[in-house]
């Protein structure tokens, strides 16, 4: 029985849909915030995702999941040198709201301690999600430093514990999702500018939009089997597209013009430093590929433009308009698009 709603039956949400999938291509973009209302299908998203992932090569009885191919990832994990390589899933982990650092990152088995009189390290929740999502619901109710602690680690892909006299390092390449309530408490721009892409995700308005919702979810919790099967052939395509995007994404090329593009729209946004861009760039890359292209054109841009933009924007106290408003506007003068962009409100 299927534990997890079919990624290709989630109706609308396509920029939520969008970034997740780049981040399934290219993992260096740097994790996923989902800002939105309850109830909009946040997590359902990302554990669809996950579960439809091919399986990974990992090393049997490895605590951190480590790659047979990364002699470096057993340096922490003496069980990996002696393991054989099998397939496993692609590790999905919750952070609870409430978790200490000590589960996060790991921290002094206690009993070996107590019983054994030996230090030995107890895996946290990074060890577990390695080669894998992170997935942290109401990011913006986390204690600030666990959330500057995960996106350091997840920027480095190293997780590094000094507990008690022990000195431990492991590998921690884990792709963060967050999602939280802006009404219920904002993240720190810092933090926010940490993340490689935002999306903003609403309650379905239409009609029609809101009734197929409730027909699919229905279909799903009465029999997940069924309702599985009948969208297998679709899910089977989205990960036949991340194949083959990951297999095109080296090969991508993106010419000056539309790296000057790129520059002259974060310009004209007021964009904070230069994490914009790249993260622009790369998110473009991704897309291209998914799109079967091996070379970005401003489509591109335009398409994935708000999701690495808007969660950079300065505070203009002289413009009310949000930043999504803000960055349509400025595709609209850059790239002559009128009222239109590929991006979502």
Request: charged fraction near 30%; proline fraction near 5%.
């Amino acid at each position: 029985m299927s534990k997890y709603f079919p990624f290709s039956a989630i109706v609308g949400q396509s920029e939520m849909k969008a970034a997740l999938l780049i981040a399934a291509v290219d993992r260096s973009i740097g994790g996923v915030m989902v800002f939105g209302d309850r109830g909009t299908g946040k997590s359902t998203a990302v554990r669809a995702l996950a579960a439809l992932l091919p399986p990974i090569r990992v090393v049997a009885g490895s605590r951190y999941n480590a790659d047979p191919d990364r002699r470096a990832d057993y340096a922490a994990d003496p069980a990996a040198a002696k393991g054989k390589a099998i397939d496993g899933p692609v590790p999905f982990v919750d952070l609870p709201l409430g978790a200490s650092e000590d589960r996060v990152v790991g921290a002094l088995d206690l009993e070996a301690a107590l019983t054994q009189g030996i230090k030995r390290f107890e895996p946290g929740l990074l060890a577990r999600a390695n080669r894998g999502f992170l997935y942290i619901d109401e990011i913006n109710l986390l204690e600030d430093h666990i959330v500057d602690l995960l996106l350091d680690v997840a920027a480095s892909g190293e997780n590094v514990v000094e507990r008690e006299g022990l000195s431990v390092r492991h590998p921690a390449r884990v792709v963060l999702v967050g999602s939280g309530n802006p009404e219920e408490g904002e993240l720190r721009p810092q933090l926010l500018d940490r993340f490689g892409l935002s999306v903003e995700v609403r309650t379905p308005d239409n009609l029609k939009e809101r009734i197929l919702v409730v027909k699919r979810r229905d279909a799903f919790d009465r029999d997940p089997a069924a309702f599985a099967a009948e969208w297998a052939a679709e899910d089977a395509k989205v990960l036949d597209s991340i194949a083959a995007a990951r297999a095109l994404l080296p090969q991508v090329t993106v010419d000056d013009s539309v790296l000057e593009a790129s520059s002259r729209l974060c310009m004209a946004v007021g964009a904070d430093g230069l994490r914009g861009e790249l993260t622009m760039l790369r998110a473009a890359r991704a897309t291209a590929a998914l799109d079967g292209d091996a070379h970005v054109d401003e489509g591109h841009l335009i398409e994935v433009a708000a999701m690495a933009l808007r969660h950079r924007l300065r505070r203009n106290p002289l413009d009310d308009a949000g930043s999504t408003a803000r960055i349509e506007r400025a595709l609209a003068e850059q790239f002559g698009l009128g009222e239109r962009t590929k991006s979502a409100a």
